[in-house]
């Protein structure tokens, strides 16, 4: 589980959903130590074992490291969630050299990087698997002032139906999954959600009236992993509360 | 107009210059017309692609997000309007086994020219997505067989859309995808259905 560490973060909430469901967890950020810790905790307080591997997905080599001592230490990789991941709001005129570097690395090659290793693990013990992205609703609807963003997300949706129907005959699932605007911490940034009055107009921008809480996706994880999602691949799941409906 | 050429194939390039030639273009710079791709191998899976296959694809990306900003710069600059063309693989639309990295990079470009035309269309630059399907001489001659057409698209044919895209009279059309693939999107299955078996 990538990206996992930060509270108020979907990766969070994606790695306590799957461990209420029985999966032992390994958590990875690149950073967020005492985070990462208190998180290991409560997993394991569920009765599962748990266990903080600080990497950076940018970094091939680490990320490869990361799955064979995941394996070595939890067992085989049944199930990788990639959703480490940045954002940055600027106009495309705007987008610099530095910011867009920095957002493919991590978005666009980090989920490479994460996936390919699995995968790759995943066909060598030839059980099948599952992989879950987190990509976002602008995969469908993107927004101005998040072009690369944007585009990032939308290369993930790229990657992830090419790998499913490349692995679907060996049994393992690839899909993504959309959030809209979720209560987690990469949105304190966002230029529309500054002020109380920003807030308000937002919501009304959401048929649910609300956003969402990180467990939410953790349950949409949770089914795509499930025996019921064996025959799901390749499918983008929105949990949005109807955000883009009609308005892309 | 003048128009530049940046990222695509040399056989794509040749045909996007002839066809803006032939309807009274001329190579610039400066760029009223910017004409932006990528140009990836296909032929491997996504869990086999090497290292090197990766850098190439994010090079290639970055090369066409960066020409796109340029032009729009210069665009906006010079305040003449102008277009800008993202020539994008027709995977992007549908992928298929084994074409590396070319949805992803297509997805990519594709919703960076769909926030260009948002972004950059008060000042009066239109963006739109072209959706490349085989092309004769790159696709291979099977291929054929999936496009309801009966045959590849040629370069030439790409170019003479960019040329309608960038006549006046197609000032209204901004973040569009257009698929230039005698129907290849519609389904990539050999023979148009998706229930016949590939040979």
């Known amino acids: ?248 | 107009m003048r128009f530049s050429l940046e990222g695509l194939s040399d056989a794509l390039a040749e045909g996007v210059a002839d066809g803006l030639a032939a309807a009274g273009h001329e190579p610039g710079p400066p760029a009223d017309v910017a004409v932006v791709g990528v140009d990836l191998p296909v032929g491997t899976d996504v869990a086999d692609v090497t290292g090197e296959g990766w850098e190439q694809t994010i090079a290639s990306i970055r090369g066409a997000f960066f020409a796109i900003r340029r032009a729009a710069a210069s665009m906006t600059e010079r305040e003449v309007g102008g277009r800008i063309l993202v020539l994008v693989p027709a995977h992007a639309i549908r992928p298929s086994r084994g074409c590396g990295t070319a949805a992803i990079a297509g997805s990519f470009l594709t919703t960076v020219g769909q926030v260009a035309a948002v972004e950059l269309g008060p000042k009066g630059i239109r963006v739109n997505v072209i959706a490349v399907g085989p092309l004769e001489g790159e696709a291979p001659e099977r291929v054929t067989e999936a496009v309801p057409t009966g045959r590849l698209v040629q370069p030439r044919e790409v170019g003479d859309v960019c040329a309608l895209l960038a006549a006046a009279e197609a000032d209204v059309v901004n973040g569009a995808i257009l698929a230039v693939d005698g129907g290849y999107v519609v389904t990539k299955a050999l023979g148009g259905s998706p229930f016949t078996r590939p040979a």
């Not at chain 1, 560490?5 to 969070?12: D, K, L, S």
């Not at chain 1, 390994?26 to 130590?33: F, G, L, Q, T």
């Not at chain 1, 990789?77 to 530095?98: H, K, M, Y």
Request: glycine letters at 10%; charged letters at 25%.
């Open chain 1, 1 to 248: 589980m990538t990206g996992a560490a930060r509270e108020r973060g979907i990766g969070r909430g994606i790695a306590e959903c799957l461990a209420e469901e029985g999966c032992d967890v390994a958590v990875n950020d690149v950073a967020a130590e005492d985070e990462a810790a208190e998180l290991v905790d409560a997993l394991r307080e569920l009765g599962r074992r748990a266990l903080f591997v600080q990497a950076d997905v940018t970094d091939r080599k680490a990320v490869d490291a990361m799955v064979d001592r995941v394996q070595a230490d939890l067992g085989p990789l049944d199930i990788v969630c990639s959703n480490a991941g940045i954002a940055d709001w600027r106009p495309l005129l705007d987008v610099t050299e530095e910011s867009f570097d920095r957002l493919v690395s991590v978005n666009l090659g980090g989920a490479f990087n994460v996936c390919q290793s699995a995968a790759r693990a995943m066909l060598a013990r030839g059980a099948g698997g599952r992989i879950v992205v987190t990509s976002s609703v602008h995969v469908q609807m993107p927004f101005a002032e998040m072009s690369v963003y944007g585009a990032t997300k939308a290369g993930l949706k790229g990657m992830v139906e090419t790998m499913a129907i490349e692995l679907a005959p060996r049994g393992i699932t690839v899909n993504h999954i959309g959030p809209g605007w979720v209560r987690s911490y990469i949105n304190d940034a966002s230029p529309a959600l500054q002020t109380e009055e920003d807030v308000r107009t937002t919501l009304t921008l959401i048929p649910a009236g609300r956003p969402a809480d990180p467990h939410e996706m953790g349950r949409a994880a949770v089914y795509l992993c499930s025996e019921d999602g064996e025959y799901v691949t390749g499918e983008f799941l929105r949990i949005d509360g109807g955000f883009v409906v009609g308005k892309y």
